[in-house]
């Protein structure tokens, strides 16, 4: 299962904040953004008990990190737009 963590920082930790994010293990992407949050995660877990374990455990904790919220992806249109063009 994956989800994509938008995520704002206090302003003056996001730097030393976004770089111990990105660095985590379940983290397989990572951009910082500009608008109302400040960076994206995308986040690979078993099923959803363990996303939001990984939440409160790794990314809540963070110093800087003020605000999270977690997108459960529930279809890729990029795949899907993939398969259906084999079938042409």
């Given at each position: 299962?994956?989800?994509?963590?938008?995520?704002?920082?206090?302003?003056?930790?996001?730097?030393?904040?976004?770089?111990?994010?990105?660095?985590l293990?379940?983290?397989?992407?990572?951009?910082?953004?500009?608008?109302?949050?400040?960076?994206?995660?995308?986040?690979?877990?078993?099923?959803?008990?363990?996303?939001?374990?990984?939440?409160?455990?790794?990314?809540?904790?963070?110093?800087?990190?003020?605000?999270?919220?977690?997108?459960?992806?529930?279809?890729?249109?990029?795949?899907?737009?993939?398969?259906e063009?084999?079938?042409?």
């Amino acid at each position: 299962m994956k989800a994509l963590v938008l995520i704002k920082f206090a302003s003056l930790e996001s730097r030393d904040a976004y770089h111990q994010l990105y660095r985590l293990k379940p983290v397989t992407e990572s951009y910082m953004v500009y608008g109302r949050y400040d960076a994206v995660l995308m986040l690979q877990g078993k099923n959803i008990e363990e996303i939001h374990d990984i939440l409160l455990s790794d990314v809540q904790p963070v110093p800087g990190v003020i605000e999270v919220l977690p997108c459960i992806i529930v279809e890729n249109g990029a795949q899907h737009v993939e398969v259906e063009n084999r079938h042409d």
